[in-house]
C-alpha cells in the first residue's frame, strides 16, 4: 500500500491543540508496558492525520521510522519565536514583559503547569500585531478570552521558545536577587529558596518543560 504521510519535522508545522493530544494518549497509557504499539498509530493520527484503522495496515516499520521522526521534532528546544501567523493575522510576542498588567500576570500564572490551559498562557504572551516597522510592532491589549480558541493553533515552536525565553529569564532573576540580597543583608539564601519564594509562577515553566521529555 502506497500512502504519501505529511510528517511534521519542523516544531512549526505542529499545533498546540494536537500536542496536548499527544500528552493525554501518554498520560492514558502511562505504565502499561503493551501500549507502545497503540501510541505509535495515535501517534500517525494525531500528527500525520492517518485514520487509526488505516494504520493497522503499515507496515511496523514504516510506523517506527515516521514516529522516529515525529519525537525527534518534539525533542527541539527553539529560540524564542517573536511573530507567527494565524490564517491572516500576525501574532507578536509581548515586547514589553516589565509592563505586563496584574490581570495579564493572574491568566498566566493560574494556568502554567496546566497544559489543558497553555492556549491561555500563549493568547497573554502573544497579540495581534497592530502595526509594524521592519522587527518592530505594536501588539494589541490584552481582552481576556477574545483570542484563546485561535491559540489552540499555536504552533509549537513558539510554546517552546517562549517556555524556554522564560525558564532562563527565572534563572537570570534568580541570581540577580542572591546576588543583590547576600550584597545587602549578608544572606545566605540557595537559588532554590530565592526561586521558591520570589519567582514561583515563572520557575513553572521549567517544570513544564521537564514533562515534555518524551518516553
Not at 493530544?21 to 501500549?35: A, F, H, Q, R, T
Not at 507502545?36 to 484503522?53: A, H, R, S, T
Not at 490581570?103 to 495581534?128: F, T
Not at 517552546?160 to 547576600?182: C, D, P, Q, R, T
Amino acid at each position: 500500500m502506497n500512502i504519501k504521510l505529511n510528517v511534521p519535522n519542523k516544531l512549526s508545522e505542529i499545533a498546540l491543540s494536537d500536542y496536548v493530544k499527544y500528552l493525554k494518549i501518554l498520560e492514558v497509557n502511562e505504565g502499561d508496558e503493551n501500549s507502545d504499539v497503540f501510541v505509535q498509530q495515535k501517534v500517525l493520527e494525531i500528527f500525520c492525520g492517518v485514520p487509526y484503522n488505516e494504520s493497522l495496515e503499515f507496515k511496523m516499520s514504516d510506523v517506527s521510522n515516521v514516529v522516529a521522526i515525529i519525537n525527534n521534532t518534539l525533542s527541539k528546544q527553539p529560540e524564542l519565536v517573536r511573530t507567527f501567523k494565524l490564517g491572516d493575522t500576525e501574532f507578536g510576542f509581548i515586547p514589553k514583559l516589565d509592563e505586563m498588567t496584574f490581570g495579564e500576570y493572574i491568566d498566566v500564572d493560574s494556568n502554567l503547569g496546566d497544559w489543558e490551559n497553555m492556549h491561555r498562557v500563549m493568547s497573554v504572551l502573544y497579540r495581534p500585531i497592530k502595526q509594524k516597522t521592519g522587527d518592530r510592532y505594536l501588539i494589541e491589549d490584552y481582552r481576556g478570552d477574545s483570542y484563546h480558541d485561535a491559540m489552540r493553533h499555536t504552533p509549537m515552536d513558539a510554546v517552546i521558545g517562549s517556555m524556554v525565553f522564560f525558564w532562563n529569564l527565572g534563572k537570570e532573576l534568580s541570581v540577580a536577587m542572591i546576588n543583590s540580597l547576600e550584597a545587602e543583608k549578608g544572606a545566605d539564601l540557595t537559588q532554590s529558596q530565592i526561586l521558591a519564594r520570589d519567582t514561583a509562577g515563572i520557575t513553572q515553566f521549567k517544570h513544564l518543560l521537564s514533562s515534555m521529555s518524551l518516553k
